[in-house]
Structure formats: structure tokens, C-alpha cells
């Protein structure tokens, strides 16, 4: 079982930028492939950024490449989202999740077993 703890959420205007972090518990964090969702009001969740267990591979939404990293830190448990040059549209409750099988990155949904609470990103213009 993983148990996932996101933080970091807040207001920032356009051109800002924030972290989020996403602490998790658990031994099989290390081996997990982690991905990065979000969910803006009234619209399905959708993928934001991917890594695999090791640091190695990560993988972007056109709509954040170039703006958003992600990384983690095993030793520390806990996987991060730097966000630059944050945008209206980006504003969304973002989710962290932990896939319970796979150590290779995804960018869909239905691959992760394990989710966070969300934390809410705002974004004014």
C-alpha cells in the first residue's frame, strides 16, 4: 500500500511559478513509476508529467513541456513538480499518483493504482 501526500498548492499570478511536492509512504516507492495529473473544473483529469522508478525517463503534455520538471528523490520518498511560467489555463487541482505494478513512466490514467488528495493550483492573469 502507498499513501501519497501532496503539497505546495497555491495562488500565483501568470508568469509565476511553484513547486509542488508529493511525499509518499511505503517501500515500494522506489521501484513505482509516478505521474503528475490535474483537473480543472467541469474538465475530465488529464496527464500532466510522467517519470520512472529510477530518475531516468520522463515524459511531458505538450501543454507543459518546456515549462514544467519533474523529479524525485527515492531517498526521500517523494516525487516533485517545478512549474515555470505558470499560466491562467493551468489553474487545476493536480494529483500525484504511484503506479503499484510498473517502474516505467505513463501517461494514462487508468495505469495508476495509487492517488493523492490533490492540491490546488491557481494561476490569475
Known amino acids: 500500500q502507498v499513501q501519497l501526500v501532496e503539497s505546495g498548492g497555491g495562488l500565483v499570478q501568470a508568469g509565476g511559478s511553484l513547486r509542488l511536492s508529493c511525499a509518499a509512504s511505503?517501500?515500494?516507492?522506489?521501484?513505482?513509476?509516478m505521474g503528475w495529473f490535474r483537473q480543472a473544473p467541469g474538465k475530465e483529469r488529464e496527464f500532466v508529467a510522467t517519470?520512472?522508478?529510477?530518475?531516468?525517463?520522463?515524459y511531458y503534455a505538450d501543454s507543459v513541456k518546456g515549462r514544467f520538471t519533474i523529479s524525485r528523490d527515492n531517498a526521500k520518498n517523494t516525487v516533485y513538480l517545478q512549474m515555470n511560467s505558470l499560466k491562467p489555463e493551468d489553474t487545476a487541482v493536480y494529483y500525484c499518483?504511484?503506479?503499484?505494478?510498473?517502474?516505467?513512466?505513463?501517461?494514462?490514467?487508468?495505469?495508476?493504482?495509487?492517488w493523492g488528495q490533490g492540491t490546488q493550483v491557481t494561476v490569475s492573469s
Open positions: 499518483a504511484a503506479r503499484r505494478y510498473s517502474g516505467s513512466s505513463s501517461s494514462r490514467v487508468d495505469a495508476y493504482e495509487y
Open positions: 511505503g517501500r515500494t516507492f522506489s521501484s513505482a513509476g
Open positions: 517519470i520512472n522508478w529510477s530518475g531516468g525517463s520522463t
